[in-house]
T-cell receptor, first 115, second 112 residues
Framework: RKEVEQDPGPFNVPEGATVAFNCTYSNSASQSFFWYRQDCRKEPKLLMS???SGNEDGRFTAQLNRASQYISLLIRDSKLSDSATYLCVVNKVPVISGGYNKLIFGAGTRLAVHP | SQTIHQWPATLVQPVGSPLSLECTVE??????LYWYRQAAGRGLQLLFY??????ISSEVPQNLSASRPQDRQFILSSKKLLLSDSGFYLC???????????FGQGTRLTVV
């Protein structure tokens, strides 16, 4: 099982639509969660962190469900400029004490918003 | 504010040639530094990470090596490139206090 799994898509939606992406993770001890956005042939950029209580940033809402080990990203009123690949990112807690805490990236979900 | 610089942006190298990609971070001290590779249409694979000067950890066995000669400098190298080394190489940094990582613009390497 992959450590972080996402539906690769693509999600093809019209402008103004609401779209949601889910992501599941395997390490129940993970503590930090993020969504990144990656445009074609560009570097990933941090979109938002995901907090236990859920958080919202404009048209974007992120939710965390620790019991089911999944996080979600909701985009309302989609814009053409939202077309990109959205990466789910989870930290990997070290098995042994003193080990390094690192980020694991999902393969991404591609979103295409059309007029 | 913090910035990260990575160069070159694109590179075409013949099989068997050496490689050196450089990454520097400005505006912060003692960052955690990372090298990732992204194959076409695939996710990011962590290659190396470093928590301090001279401290390098490798995630996967491969044809590549990394070095951190200065606090804010991270170098990815190879003595002899393979065709399978082609990909999009990304340098990133994070602070000691927060987990989120910030990426350089990436280097698109094609080995021919």
């Amino acid at each position: 099982r992959k450590e972080v799994e996402q539906d690769p898509g693509p999600f093809n939606v019209p402008e103004g639509a609401t779209v949601a992406f889910n992501c599941t993770y395997s390490n129940s001890a993970s503590q930090s969660f993020f969504w990144y956005r990656q445009d074609c042939r560009k570097e990933p950029k941090l979109l938002m962190s995901v907090y236990s209580s859920g958080n919202e940033d404009g048209r974007f809402t992120a939710q965390l469900n620790r019991a089911s080990q999944y996080i979600s990203l909701l985009i309302r009123d989609s814009k053409l400029s939202d077309s990109a690949t959205y990466l789910c990112v989870v930290n990997k807690v070290p098995v042994i004490s003193g080990g390094y805490n690192k980020l694991i990236f999902g393969a991404g979900t591609r979103l295409a918003v059309h007029p | 504010s913090q910035t990260i610089h990575q160069w070159p942006a694109t590179l075409v190298q013949p099989v068997g040639s050496p490689l050196s990609l450089e990454c520097t971070v400005e505006g912060t001290s003692n960052p955690n530094l990372y090298w990732y590779r992204q194959a076409a249409g695939r996710g990011l694979q962590l290659l190396f990470y470093s928590v301090g000067i001279g401290q390098i950890s490798s995630e996967v066995p491969q044809n590549l090596s990394a070095s951190r000669p200065q606090d804010r400098q991270f170098i990815l190298s190879s003595k002899k490139l393979l065709l399978s080394d082609s990909g999009f190489y990304l340098c990133a940094w994070s602070s000691m206090l927060h987990d989120e990582a910030f990426f350089g613009q990436g280097t698109r390497l094609t080995v021919v």
